[in-house]
């Protein structure tokens, strides 16, 4: 006990001096937070509510230069995107690369790691750093690279496939090749940072769980299906929701490599809002999309944490 | 003793899978210093030729490279200092000050991960242009200023410091501020080295926003100067995969010099709170 507090007798004194305490403590506690949350509610919470209001006006170019044109006209944003046919495509390019992407990703990412922990893999840091290197990687930068190893006439892809008799695909060239071709370079970006995730989940599989099921007779695909598969499962949930937003807002792969195209077969969502925002100026159809995107993202997560909880139960 | 058949075929997936996914990232660094055309040939080239430099000297004299690079790393260094002030600060004081509103202002900051960034960017853009901050330094900083995951990462950890520790301090008369400037920073030095490898990669690697705020291409960061170099010089294999080694290089380097820093990182952000 300190001098201070020897000298402060009676329960008075005491309970003032913890009052002031508190008091001083609540004033650090609201000081220190300050600038995290004034920034975080001016440039994000503001923003927000703003661009909200911006996805119910007429705001585009002339607005610009003239603020006071903008007019309310209520969800006419909206209805116009549901009218057109641009907007559809885009929603429908965008399910595709959350819908089948994502869970490619995750599967490719979940084997891997399966690989990398498995009793017998040798050099174990040496993977993970190997695999894990594409995520710390400037996208903008490994798009460009892909975009040449696609070339139909030069590209290596095409070189390492001939190989094997394939014949020679223009890759970004062809409506039909070029999403294909977008998700392998999202893949290849992005397994790695699941991976890692997923490697640490299974060394929390607990060991004796194997050795048990192992000394039962299980195979080792029985043994993944019933002991390694339930034990990670909250970590698959984690993986799948977060891989499955982050395909959702996929954006610099289709812009450096095809713009959208051919034939807008790669035009994303969040594509289509910055060409209408930012070439077009059309800002108020544009928030429009954003928080078209962001309930369609909602909408998605709800339903895949509800499917795996159900499935967890069973 | 031999080893078993299932472990080699194990093994050498693992050798190929690698290779693969390095694949493209060594002939990256192989083209960038291959004499022009010779990428563009048939079959392609593995290999340069012969090694030239060439490509780095242009990069760097005619098509002022160095200047996007200084303004990455201008921008990367501030956002992350910035990020590591702002989130020490605040995570503290939510995990350990009690203030009036603490619960409910912290959930609404949680709430912010779940809104797509792209939802408040056109908005974002238009209440700077106000401001006058579009086409700045100060414009592209702004979301590198403060950080919900910052915050919730330094709480966690800030949670674990012992509140006697704190009550002594306080007892002994120090002042809140100096209690976390002599207390709780040195604790917290493990999470901000994480946190800082984090910032400083995904902001240098950012091109969205750099991309919608800047139009002068003097002060553009080094992914959107690379994809506005792309647009000229389609045609010049070499020259661009010079320009992605010197984007790419240094989170590379930084990658492999503080793996652990940043694996804890990605291993903290899957760790529900």
């Known amino acids: ?314 | 003793m031999k080893p078993k058949p299932g472990a080699l075929l194990l093994n050498g997936i693992l050798i190929a899978g690698a290779l693969l996914t390095v694949a493209p990232l060594l002939w990256m660094l192989s083209a960038s210093f291959m004499p022009t055309g010779q990428a563009n040939s048939s079959p392609p080239p593995l290999l340069p030729s012969r090694v030239t430099f060439e490509h780095y000297r242009e990069l760097f004299t005619h098509l002022s490279l160095s200047r996007a690079f200084a303004n990455s790393l201008l921008v990367s260094v501030v956002g992350t200092l910035a990020t590591l002030v702002t989130s020490s600060m605040a995570g503290y004081a939510f995990a350990k000050l009690k203030f009036p509103g603490r619960e409910g202002l912290f959930r609404l900051l949680l709430t912010a991960m779940l809104v797509p960034a792209q939802v408040g960017m056109l908005p974002l853009f238009l209440m700077l242009k106000r401001l006058g901050l579009v086409n700045t330094y100060g414009g592209v900083l702004v979301p590198w200023l403060a950080s919900v995951f910052g915050i919730f990462l330094v709480r966690q950890v800030a949670q674990a410091i012992p509140d006697d520790l704190l009550n002594s301090a306080r007892l002994d008369g120090a002042g809140e501020l100096r209690i976390y400037r002599s207390i709780v920073l040195p604790n917290l030095g493990p999470v901000l080295a994480t946190l800082a490898v984090f910032v400083f990669m995904s902001s240098w690697n950012d091109f969205l926003w750099p991309l919608v705020i800047l139009s002068d291409d003097r002060r553009y960061t080094l992914p959107v100067a690379l994809a506005s170099l792309v647009g000229e010089h389609v045609q010049d294999t070499e020259l661009m995969m010079a320009g992605a080694v010197v984007t790419v290089l240094p989170v590379l380097a930084l990658f492999v010099v503080l793996q652990r820093w940043y694996i804890r990182g990605v291993m903290a952000g899957s760790v529900k709170g």
Request: proline fraction near 5%; charged fraction near 15%; glycine fraction near 8%.
């Open chain 1, 1 to 314: 006990m300190s001098a201070t507090d020897v000298r402060a007798s009676g329960v008075v004194a005491r309970g003032a001096k913890r009052a002031t305490l508190a008091g001083r403590q609540a004033r650090a506690g609201l000081l220190l937070a300050l600038p995290s949350v004034a920034l975080i509610l001016v440039f994000f919470w503001g923003p927000v509510l703003y661009g909200l209001w911006l996805s119910l006006t007429d705001f585009d170019v002339y607005a610009i230069a003239d603020p006071s044109a903008v007019r309310f006209i209520g969800l006419g944003n909206y209805l116009h995107a549901f009218s057109e046919p641009d907007f559809w495509n885009a929603l429908r390019i965008t399910l595709v690369y959350a819908l089948v992407g994502a869970p490619v990703s995750v599967a490719v990412s979940l084997a891997t790691a399966l690989l990398v922990d498995a009793k017998t893999t040798r050099w174990k840091p040496f993977f993970r750093a190997v695999y894990f290197a594409p995520v710390v990687t400037t996208l903008v930068a490994v798009a460009i690279v892909w975009r040449y190893l696609y070339q139909p006439q030069y590209g290596l892809v095409n070189a390492l496939l001939g190989k094997f008799g394939i014949p020679r695909i223009d890759w970004l060239g062809d409506p039909h090749w070029a999403l294909p071709a977008i998700l392998v370079l999202a893949v290849w970006k992005n397994f790695g940072y699941n991976l890692l995730i997923f490697v640490a989940g299974l060394q929390n599989v607990p060991r004796e769980l194997h050795e048990a099921a192992e000394l039962d007779g299980a195979s080792g695909w029985q043994r993944f299906w019933n002991v390694t598969l339930p034990d990670l499962a909250p970590v698959f949930l984690f993986v799948s929701v977060t891989t499955m937003i982050n395909y959702f807002q996929l954006f610099a792969e289709p812009y450096v490599m095809t713009q959208g195209g051919p034939l807008k077969s790669t035009n994303s969502l969040v594509l289509l809002m910055y060409e209408q925002g930012f070439r077009w100026w059309r800002l108020g159809y544009a928030a429009a999309l954003a928080f078209i995107l962001f309930a369609v993202i909602l909408g998605a997560t709800a339903v895949q944490m509800r499917l795996q909880q159900r499935e967890g139960r069973a």
